[in-house]
């Protein structure tokens, strides 16, 4: 869907949302300039500054908005002051699970691809890191996180359900992107002990003659969380429920040296979500610290998806020509670390060599 005009809706969000969204709307722009792309971007509440703004974590007027536009961006949601209050009413993170669960947004995409050159970074040995290149198709609107809830006194539960269609609608996606790359598709679960996981099983089972050129294999969460450090290349697409996707994506996320360099998308009928993988990090908020390239790459996944191949490439180019020369943030380049807004600028103008002045670009 390659589009004239493009209607973005833009979620800021906590800490160090904001600085890191602006500098993807900055490359964003570039892009416009340089392809002649309108790029309508509307920028709209969530998070723990829309509960000091309005008290509602996700406004109306930002869901009306986000079920109307092409895609969202989004940069990071959660504030400490929640964190530490088990009695709150209201939290930041219901803002992104609703938005989740009314955009329908069932497969949440993490593509762990390393840059070879940041691998010494990384808390593993550079030989453990070989090869490494995996995405993770993690369930985002069912499981634990959704199931019913229930607290009285000192006794709590939280329901774990999946339903088949649930299971087979993002299998069916992960299927079809192990078959663009190495054919191999993980199954993590814990089915020795949760029906759940046993009916993720079956129906894996059941799809998998669908999809011969797909090998299936199943680890055991906790299994799978020792063998993401032992072996990670062994993992080309991993496939599973929404809280060991959680977990395993966080863990997978410290292979490459930085959680600042991760991107997601979510999926589901109709526009997608687009977000780094990283949290609000409220230390760092307003120093102009934080590493944007997560929310760019993310930005670089948004364009993919709106079928403009070149202009993806350009951003890739971009983030790789700043890895390339070191214009990195404080988290890569302890030596001579740059600021987010000077990195996000490096990648801006690698992508516009030519400055060409024009009227295109973001509407804010
Ligand atoms: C993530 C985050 C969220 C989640 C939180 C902020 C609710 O950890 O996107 O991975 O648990 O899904
Ligand atoms: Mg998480």
């Excluded at 997560?294 to 020509?321: H, K, N, P, Q």
Aim: aromatic residues 6%.
């Amino acid at each position: 869907m390659k589009h004239a005009l493009s209607n973005i809706a833009v979620l800021e969000g906590d800490g160090i949302g904001p600085e890191v969204v602006k500098q993807a709307l900055i490359v964003l722009d570039r892009i416009g300039q340089k392809y002649h792309h309108k790029f309508n971007v509307k920028k709209l509440m969530i998070g723990a500054s829309a509960i000091d703004a309005t008290g509602n974590p996700l406004p109306d007027e930002t869901l009306k908005h986000c079920k109307e536009v092409d895609a969202v961006l989004l940069g990071a949601i959660g504030d400490p002051k929640y964190d530490n209050d088990p009695n709150a009413k209201v939290r930041p993170e219901q803002g992104l699970l609703k938005i989740r669960k009314e955009l329908g947004l069932f497969a949440n995409v993490r593509p762990v691809k390393l840059f070879k050159s940041l691998n010494y970074l990384s808390v593993l040995k550079e030989e453990v890191l070989q090869g490494v290149d995996m995405v993770i198709f993690r369930e985002l609107t069912g499981g634990i996180y959704f199931g019913e809830k229930n607290r009285e006194g000192d006794v709590a539960s939280d329901l774990c359900k999946y339903e088949a269609y649930e299971i087979d609608r993002i299998a069916r996606l992960a299927f079809v992107e192990a078959g663009k790359r190495q054919g191999k598709l993980c199954l993590i679960d814990k089915a020795n002990v949760l029906d759940t996981s046993r009916l993720w099983r079956d129906r894996i089972n059941k799809l998998k003659v669908e999809y011969p050129d797909v090998e299936v294999d199943y680890l055991f969460i906790d299994n799978a969380a020792m063998q993401m450090i032992l072996n990670p290349a062994q993992f080309d697409v991993i496939l599973t429920s929404n809280m060991f996707g959680d977990i395993i994506s966080d863990e997978a996320s410290v292979l490459g040296g930085s959680l600042g360099m991760l991107p997601s998308s979510s999926a589901g009928a109709g526009a997608r979500l687009y977000e780094p993988v990283h949290g609000s990090y409220p230390q760092a908020a307003g120093q102009d610290i934080a590493n944007p390239i997560a929310t760019i790459l993310s930005l670089e996944m948004m364009l993919r998806d709106f079928d403009m191949i070149e202009e993806a490439d350009d951003v890739l180019a971009g983030v790789t020509y700043c890895i390339d020369h070191e214009l990195l943030t404080a988290d890569i380049n302890k030596k001579e670390p740059l600021k987010c807004s000077e990195v996000g600028g490096h990648i801006a103008n690698a992508i516009l060599e030519d400055k060409v002045a024009s009227d295109f670009g973001v509407i804010i």
